[in-house]
């Protein structure tokens, strides 16, 4: 149990380009989803924080208007990045939790690279 | 802020050693700790879950110790074998901006040496 998924698990676009990634809870309800950011060799940064039907929550230094979330389901976080440069590329990692404080479910992440 | 500082940034042992891999965080107000792996371009991976009130957690050859007031955690690995060669991370729930949110550290790559 406690599967999440990412889709898709990698994708390239070019300069200006929006480009969605998906991510699902596929066994359970998640009230909060994560959204992570990491660079080579370094950690995961949180992004954002969700909860279902209620706008995200962006950690300082994330721009709200270049990275857009939308948890319009208790089984899905989108996260769009808007006008992608080539400093976007990174690996975008989603969790997902049930309730206010329990663990964490991570998906596989994506892969972006923008050309 | 939370910060989380994981030492040694790398290590390199034979198979079939124990290794112990260190933890530690700046606010001793956290809810839970938990230890991650992950392979190279991969997502992660959760080994272990220690909750604020426990003292440690054992899955397997992982052992996982918490010390909250003095702000440690390790991560005791026995008889490594060089499948456990990955990066490992730590991380710990604490409140947030908007929520109970993670705060990891830069993990420790892991080469076991067959």
């Known amino acids: 149990g406690a599967v999440v998924s990412q889709h898709p698990s990698w994708v390239i676009c070019k300069s200006g380009t929006s480009v969605k990634i998906e991510c699902r809870s596929l066994?359970?309800?998640?009230?909060?989803m994560f959204w992570y950011r990491q660079f080579p060799k370094q950690s995961l940064m949180l992004m954002a924080t969700?909860?279902?039907?209620?706008?995200?929550?962006?950690e300082q230094g994330v721009e709200k208007d270049k990275f857009l979330i939308n948890h319009a389901s208790l089984t899905l976080s989108t996260l769009t990045v808007t006008s992608a440069h080539p400093e976007d590329s990174s690996f975008y990692i989603c969790?997902?939790?049930?309730?206010?404080?329990?663990?964490?479910?991570f998906g596989p992440g994506t892969r972006l690279t923008v050309t | 802020k939370q910060e989380v500082t994981q030492i040694p940034a790398a290590l390199s042992v034979p198979e079939g050693e124990n290794l112990v891999l260190n933890c530690s965080f700046t606010?001793?107000?956290?809810?839970?700790l938990q230890w991650f792996r992950q392979d190279p371009g991969k997502g992660l991976t959760s080994l272990l879950l220690?909750?604020?009130?426990?003292r440690e957690q054992t899955s397997g050859r992982l052992n996982a110790s918490l010390d909250k007031s003095s702000g440690r955690s390790t991560l005791y690995i026995a008889a490594s074998q060089p499948g456990d060669s990955a990066t490992y991370l730590c991380?710990?729930?604490?409140?947030?901006?908007?929520?109970?949110?993670?705060?990891f550290g830069k993990g420790t790559k892991l080469s076991v040496i067959p």
């Open positions: 991380a710990v729930s604490h409140p947030g901006a908007g929520s109970y949110q993670l705060t």
């Open positions: 969790s997902a939790r049930v309730g206010g404080a329990g663990e964490q479910y």
């Open positions: 606010d001793s107000a956290i809810y839970n």
């Open positions: 066994d359970f309800q998640a009230t909060t």
């Open positions: 969700s909860n279902e039907g209620s706008k995200a929550t962006y």
């Open positions: 220690i909750q604020s009130s426990q």
